[in-house]
């Protein structure tokens, strides 16, 4: 084999090599937010009705604001990172007047599957592309990602006292 062929099979093999393994990380981002996803619905489920509106301090969020806090999080980081725009009516979530047990679950869900399928359509190479979060913070969309994925996580842990202190169960730590 001449070097020219050599250097041209071994590019080859590499490019599909790391192609592959882009596509499998990009995968395994959609695997850990589908996680997420589940592991919140557990939050949700768990927490009754009745206490969705509870504030363990009266300047601190309610259950629900802090659940759709995280869901405007959600679509707004995603966003950005996707270009994808949120859909009418899902911005501003934490203001809505509706924190029922029902319409919280379906807002919630619906921020979820706007990230999954947001990261479904950025290739392994736009992962790396810059973008502006907020308009001032400048990252790449793959960092954008996992800040929003850091963000969800934080906010849904704060949610664990919350569900104690209506004297019900937190799930399980689901890590995997």
Known sequence: ???????????????????????????????????????????????????????????????????????????????????????EGYSDLEKTTNKSKENVTKLVMAGYDFAINAIKKITPAQMGENVKLFGRFDMTKGTAIAKAFEHQTHHRGQTTVYIRLAGAKPPQEKLF
């Open 1 to 87: 084999m001449k070097p020219v062929q050599l250097f041209a099979t071994l590019l080859l093999v590499f490019g599909t090599f790391h192609f592959s393994q882009a596509q499998s990380n990009n995968a395994d981002i959609v695997k850990e937010w589908e996680r997420a996803k589940a592991y919140t619905r557990e939050y949700l489920d768990a927490m009754p009705e009745s206490s969705y509106g509870l504030k363990p301090t009266p300047e601190m969020r309610s259950f629900a604001e802090q659940m759709l806090h995280l869901t405007d999080a959600n679509f707004n980081f995603l966003s950005a990172a996707s270009g994808e725009k949120v859909p």
